[in-house]
């Protein structure tokens, strides 16, 4: 690519070989007249989660700008990855040289401390808000006229009803999902010990195709036309309504869980290009005024008071509860919920969907 910009996915690591021909095909790119990139100082890659591909094209080209007018006309190239949260994380520590993480789960940043050391301990503190510039909900997709009556949570598993959502083990939007589910559940019936339990046990039974992120599920509701109902991001039910003009609703639930993903610099990988007052300049960028409004015109929460209060109306009112009031805190969910032999692996049960 010559652009400015370019789309790439995260995967796993390659084969010795297969790394190779790249390393070969890489070196023969550069040699080709006006494909020489920026500097590795004034180059960044986003390491980022699926529904934020459409947000950070919008974003990128304005950084670039600003970055210019205050660096004497200096214009970085931002690079993009997205993918799964889960995924995206283990492509960093396996290797992808990711100068600014924006995932979906503070429990994935943590882990690029814990695993690989790339990230600092303190990330969550060295930005406003933890590091969550805006945060979203959980919501449903249905098909235009809602045929099937969903309204809330309890209506997702009622008999007929086929649900689409991705797998809380490879997705951080589906961790959301899932978390949402079992939050709400447990609120609506305060008296029910069992109740998050049963409600996400039934829910993944009326899961025909469980995608590994939220944008490969949005393809299987809404292109392949599987399911009656999407559980997603509340920006992205947003996205395929534009997309899809007059096919598809967004029905909120009366309660759903605060989703907030956050960013942080990659300290090792910008220590090593020299990248890291670019980096820090981007996630910045993302909390000022300019973009906190840019993310609320694409259906995001913005963090900013401000702009918040100017577009209260774009959002609808919802009963929010965090991972911290429900969970403990993204680290507790995960050990209790996602880990190898944790509650999702004793209620999932991929033989039982579609009863």
């Known amino acids: 690519m010559c652009g400015p910009q370019y789309q790439c996915a995260a995967t796993p690591r390659r084969p010795l070989k297969t790394r ?3 390393s070969v095909l890489a070196t023969l790119w550069l040699a080709l007249p ?6 590795d100082r004034l180059t960044l890659l986003n390491a980022s989660f699926d529904p934020t591909r459409e947000l950070f094209d919008q974003i990128n080209p304005l950084f670039v700008d600003d970055w210019a007018r205050t660096h004497g006309g200096e214009r970085p190239t931002v690079l993009q990855s997205h993918g799964g949260s889960g995924k995206q994380a283990r492509a960093v520590l396996d290797g992808l040289p990711a100068d600014v993480v924006t995932l979906a789960l503070s429990y994935d940043i943590d882990q690029l401390h814990a695993k690989g050391g790339l990230v600092a301990k303190d990330w969550a503190t060295r930005l406003p808000h933890h590091g969550v510039p805006f945060h979203s909900t959980i919501v449903f997709l249905v ?26 083990k490879t997705g951080g939007g589906a961790r959301w999902n899932y978390l949402a ?28 195709v469980l995608d590994s992120g939220a944008r490969g599920s949005t393809t299987t509701f809404a292109k392949r036309g599987i399911g009656d109902v999407l559980i997603t991001w509340e ?14 609703e967004t029905v909120v639930p009366k309660r759903s869980i605060r989703a907030e993903p956050p960013v942080a610099w990659v300290d090792a990988v910008v220590q090593r290009k020299g990248t890291a007052a670019l980096a820090q300049a981007y996630l910045e960028f993302l909390y000022t005024p300019a973009i906190q409004t840019l993310a609320a015109e694409n259906h995001y929460r913005p963090s900013d008071p401000a702009v918040a209060d100017t577009y209260r109306a774009r959002f609808a009112e919802v009963e929010l509860f965090t991972i911290d009031d429900r969970f403990g805190g993204c680290g507790t969910a995960q050990r209790a919920h996602r880990a190898d032999g944790g509650l999702f692996d004793q209620v999932y049960d991929p033989a039982a969907t579609g009863s």
């Open 181 to 208: 589910a079992w939050g709400a559940a447990e609120l609506a019936q305060p008296d029910n010990p069992h109740a998050g339990r049963e409600m996400v046990t039934a829910l993944y039974r009326r899961v025909p």
């Open 143 to 168: 098909r235009r006229g809602n045929p099937k009556g969903i309204h809330d949570w309890a209506d997702l598993v009622r008999d007929g009803v086929s649900v689409i959502t991705p797998n809380p």
């Open 20 to 22: 190779v021909i790249l």
């Open 235 to 248: 920006c992205e039910a947003w996205l395929a309504e534009r997309a899809f003009p007059g096919e598809f």
């Open 34 to 39: 006006g494909c020489k990139p920026a500097p």
